[in-house]
């Protein structure tokens, strides 16, 4: 009789251990710190990034979630060129002129909302990503004399890996593409419809490549997630 009853609640603890560890309906919590590189035709250099991701287990499988991704970067200079007159304006507006590459600040902040889907293990998770959502591109108003915003459609997809610290706490790498469409690069450039954007020698100056109208950005973020509670996290 007392083995039975022993077996009894030896077998009740494994149950309730085991349902533990498979309760996979959390919350989690990513704070991400990286970069971002945009393709050459989009005339964006590189650069730094701040990113948080919440996302909520559907099972130990699937996942939705919602990110922001905030970076700050530099419009490429060399692609815009304008010049400068100075001297008698009497003579041909000017006797003197000067040649210059001109480039900006340029703040942009990307809202998606995205699936995944991971490979539970004790340790490490690899997961796909794919999601939509919006970006907002806001030029420098100094430069460019008034306030200038771009808004439209982003796509995103990535790949990475959740490495597992605790039942709450992981680091996670990842790395992901952020298409931009309805991209417009002349925006960029502060010159832009200005007589003085004319360059009466295109041949002694490099050319920037050719325009498209969508933006392709490679985002590589290091994170640290969190799970409140610790709810389900070993799995």
Wanted: aromatic content about 10%; overall charge positive.
């Amino acid at each position: 009789m007392s083995r039975l009853l022993r077996a009894i609640v030896l077998a009740a603890v494994s149950s309730s251990v085991l349902g533990a560890q498979v309760q996979n309906k959390q919350f989690s919590v990513t704070t991400r710190l990286g970069s971002i590189a945009a393709e050459r035709s989009a005339s964006l250099d590189r650069a730094a990034l701040i990113g948080l991701d919440t996302e909520y287990a559907l099972n130990k499988w699937f996942g939705l979630g919602t990110a922001v991704d905030v970076s700050r970067g530099n419009s490429t200079k060399k692609d815009f060129l304008t010049r400068l007159r100075y001297g008698n304006a009497a003579v041909g507006g000017g006797d003197s002129v000067y040649y210059q590459n001109i480039g900006q600040a340029i703040s942009t902040v990307n809202i998606s909302a995205f699936g995944t889907l991971r490979y539970p293990s004790k340790k490490l998770s690899p997961f796909l990503l794919g999601g939509v959502g919006t970006y907002v591109m806001m030029l420098d108003p100094q430069v460019n004399g008034k306030a200038v915003r771009k808004t439209a459609l982003s796509y995103t997809g990535g790949i990475g890996f959740w490495y597992k610290l605790g039942t709450s706490v992981g680091i996670q790498l990842d790395a992901r593409a952020v298409t931009y469409s309805d991209y417009e690069r002349d925006m960029l450039n502060p010159a832009l419809g200005r007589t003085e954007q004319i360059t009466p020698f295109p041949e002694d100056f490099p050319t920037p490549p050719a325009a498209k109208n969508t933006a392709l950005n490679t985002m590589f973020t290091l994170g640290f997630r969190y799970i409140p509670g610790g709810f389900g996290g070993r799995n």
